[in-house]
């Protein structure tokens, strides 16, 4: 909600309070400020000036000369292409020496020859949004429609000196969608009074009731309508003040009639409806439900295919609004409007709201009724309209109202004891206090003994229990009054868990090896949700998606960190590594929630090292995603249990890709994304890892030993086997590690080799083992015995054979 400083204080005495002070006071109560907007901030030297002469520059089709009164002796020439700058216009003139948004200075220049001394304004150019400058005023100057003098400033006549507050309202506080709602707040917090607005104008002799009709058949959507009825009115131009309103609320101004509806709906919070009455084809307006597949023309001149969930606004015959969301096309107020029908009703939030999903309309309108609506300012919501329009449109207000249904009207009654306000604050109120924190909310209140009896406004529909009592008197005595206190009883110091501490451990390892982290969204498409999943499962849809982009739960996160890699590479940012850590959701037989599963995957593509003053850059490939797996394993004390496998995946590189399995269990995957999944993606070759978390935390492991320096000699032993393709050297190593027994302590491949020195169908794998014995030094007789042994075992379980 945006509010004008300036209008508010129609409705309030603000004694001249600076608005950044006034809008800490309104923070402190309980709904926050989020900014304050100084209209026409950094602009000066802008004056109202009276075109005098205009003629066409002799060197330029599009250029008119002016000469220009500017309230100074003598009036200056300002050379002006603005298609619609005439003799006789009052227009915002920006002076030589005068400065515009985007501190942009007014100097005297020459245009083809002729003399500039300062610049003809646009709305645009002092700083308005487009969409919110009047059609007519759209493209070329601003024309003042009202009498004004030459050499006034123009930023107080355009309410360009004006502050607005932006509020963030909670959902519950729809009573401050208004300027009035608004009033009765800041009135509470300053202890004053509001000023509603005088409603006066006098009726004309016919009766509304002899012009229009209303009958309501669904009473439980909308269970009261008001009708008022204005004729002979004249379409123009709504007065500047109303019009500066609205464009500071961030409302575009139309003509007289619709900006009165959209400033009564700011005003009161009401909103309400203008029909073209000769338009409605009817004398009648029937309220009832939509029939399934009924068609309806909105304002937007979009047909709209109805269902039984919308409520529709009809002449008895065809609709004529979409109730609460937006009229017909065919009732519009057009220029030739002579007569309106002004529509204040009560329709159900819901009912509103669906059809505004349904059919993709947010309306200021549509917002309230959603929220819920003062039903008590149904009529003066109406009847300040029809004064409006009977002053600046010229109408005659038929009398009386035509009315249809009826609403409780009755005001709620909440009791609340003293004693539990105390007890729940931790304070100690007295009577006296209380009773005066609900006057100034203009609350009635009686007090039986220790009991408050407080009969609630219907504008504030958001208070039903005592506890919506109690936080009323806490904002308004004030949070920073509250006193402080110190938890009693024993305390306990606050700690990480251990699968906390592995979670930290484990960005801390990967943000040191270089990797960003990212946070994805975890809903997906239908498509998307499917890849990459380490588990197959039924996919998870949302009963009420966002859109069908985001209408199911993730099986992986690889999915949403490609995307994110693809977002990237768009953008010329071609090398990149990102993690995350986050949650997948499995599906269970039976449970009609799903597993939340907390797995890491990375995505790696580009440039891994370079190093520009040797020449040397390294690019990532599969053996810098599985080191850094490695390497965060070594950090979780797991790297002697986990293993790497072949594996096929779908999306994933047939030779490029390795299963992570530990202590025998399959817990994730790491390689090469497809090139044809790449190039659907539009990547560079991309490396990717994804791996559960649960089992990698949940493993046992030993504490952490230190070794003194060996003060023995370790003996190598280098060996190379010639063994079929497709046997995998990790299946070798393993063999090694077990037959080497104790006395081994490392061993690892540092040769592999295919070609015309092997046999077909064979490959070469070099390995180099290091023996040592911490208590002594190893003879040869000693190694030989265990490296025999290793080599049988490789003979035996593997079928190698030593290289010669």
Not at 86 to 94: F, L, N, R, S
Not at 218 to 247: C, F, H
Not at 364 to 374: I, Q, T
Request: glycine share 8%; charged share 30%; aromatic share 6%.
């Amino acid at each position: 909600m945006f509010v004008s400083y300036k209008w508010l204080s129609e409705y309030v005495n603000l004694g001249g309070m600076p608005a950044k002070e006034l809008a800490e006071k309104i923070t402190r109560s309980g709904i926050e400020v989020e900014g304050i907007e100084v209209l026409g901030e950094g602009v000066k030297g802008v004056v109202i000036g009276h075109v005098l002469e205009k003629e066409k520059h002799l060197n330029a089709d599009k250029l008119n000369v002016c000469q220009v009164d500017i309230g100074e002796e003598e009036p200056v020439q300002i050379i002006c292409g603005a298609p619609n700058v005439d003799k006789d216009q009052k227009v915002a003139v920006a002076k030589v020496g005068a400065v515009l948004p985007g501190n942009f200075k007014i100097k005297k220049a020459k245009l083809r020859g002729e003399a500039s001394n300062g610049m003809i304004c646009s709305l645009q150019e002092l700083g308005i949004e487009s969409k919110l400058v009047a059609k007519e005023y759209a493209e070329g100057i601003f024309v003042f429609p009202n009498d004004v003098t030459p050499g006034e400033d123009a930023l107080a006549q355009l309410n360009l000196d004006d502050e607005v507050l932006e509020l963030g309202l909670t959902p519950n506080r729809s009573d401050a969608l208004s300027m009035l709602g608004v009033a009765y707040e800041v009135a509470a917090i300053l202890d004053t009074d509001v000023k509603l607005p005088n409603i006066e104008f006098e009726e004309a002799g016919e009766r509304a009731e002899d012009w229009i009709k209303v009958s309501i058949e669904a009473k439980e959507d909308n269970p009261i309508y008001i009708a008022r009825v204005v004729k002979n009115v004249k379409i123009g131009p709504s007065p500047l003040w109303m019009q500066t309103r609205l464009i500071a609320e961030g409302i575009r101004p139309h003509n007289n009639v619709v900006d009165i509806t959209n400033y009564v709906l700011l005003e009161y919070g009401q909103p309400l409806h203008a029909f073209d009455y000769d338009r409605l084809g009817t004398k009648e307006i029937v309220v009832r439900r939509a029939q399934d597949g009924e068609t309806f023309v909105t304002l937007d001149d979009t047909e709209r295919t109805l269902s039984s969930e919308h409520l529709l606004i009809t002449n008895g015959k065809e609709g004529v609004a979409l109730a609460g969301v937006m009229g017909g096309a065919n009732s519009e107020v057009v220029e030739d409007t002579t007569n309106v029908l002004i529509e204040s009703a009560y329709f159900d939030g819901q009912r509103v709201r669906q059809a505004s999903k349904d059919h993709g309309l947010r309306s200021e309108a549509s917002a309230r009724f959603e929220k819920g609506v003062d039903p008590n300012r149904l009529q003066a919501a109406a009847d300040r309209a029809a004064e409006l329009m009977a002053k600046y449109a010229g109408g005659e207000v038929l009398a009386g109202s035509v009315i249809a249904g009826d609403i409780d009207l009755e005001p709620k009654v909440v009791t609340l004891t003293l004693e539990k306000l105390n007890r729940v604050l931790g304070m100690e109120l007295q009577k006296e206090e209380v009773e005066d924190i609900f006057r100034r909310l203009q609350f009635g209140v009686k007090t039986d003994n220790d009991q408050f009896i407080v009969t609630v406004p219907t504008r504030r529909g958001d208070i039903t229990i005592p506890e919506d009592l109690v936080e009323e008197v806490a904002r308004l005595y004030g949070y920073d009054n509250l006193p402080t206190t110190v938890p009693e009883g024993a305390t306990y110091p606050g700690g990480l868990t251990d699968y906390q501490k592995k979670r930290r451990a484990v960005r801390r390892f990967l943000e040191g090896a270089g990797l960003n982290q990212a946070i994805t969204y975890t809903l997906t498409s239908e498509k998307k949700a499917k890849e990459y999943a380490l588990e197959t499962r039924d996919l998870i849809k949302l009963a009420m998606p966002m859109s069908e982009e985001r209408a199911y739960l993730r099986l992986s996160i690889l999915p949403q960190l490609l995307e994110a890699i693809s977002y990237n590479n768009a953008r010329q940012i071609d090398s990149l590594g990102l993690y995350e850590v986050g949650s997948v959701f499995l599906k269970e037989a039976g449970e009609q929630l799903p597993r939340e599963e907390e797995h890491l995957a990375g995505a790696l593509t580009g440039v891994w090292e370079e190093n520009q003053w040797q020449g040397e850059k390294k690019a990532v490939d599969f053996f810098v995603a599985k080191g850094i797996l490695e390497g965060l394993f070594a950090k979780l004390g797991l790297a002697e249990r986990i293993s790497f496998e072949r594996a096929q995946a779908d999306g994933m590189h047939p030779g490029r890709t390795a299963a992570v399995v530990l202590d025998g269990e399959r817990i994730g995957l790491v390689g090469q994304v497809h090139p044809q999944k790449a190039k659907e993606l539009d990547v560079k070759e991309t490396y990717v890892f994804e791996v559960k978390l649960g089992p990698v935390f949940a493993a046992k492991t030993e504490g952490v030993t230190y070794e003194p320096i060996p003060r023995f000699p370790s003996i190598t032993r280098d060996i190379a086997l010639v063994v079929n393709a497709d046997v995998q050297a990790g299946a070798l190593q393993q063999i090694i590690r077990e037959a080497g027994g104790s006395l081994l302590k490392e061993v690892h491949v540092f040769d592999v080799y295919e070609g015309e020195h092997v046999e077909a169908g064979k490959k070469s794998i070099a390995f180099s083992l290091k023996y040592f014995d911490p208590n002594k030094t190893l003879t040869d007789e000693e190694v030989v015995k265990v490296h025999d042994h290793v080599l049988e075992a490789l003979r035996d379980q593997a079928g190698a054979e030593l290289r010669s």
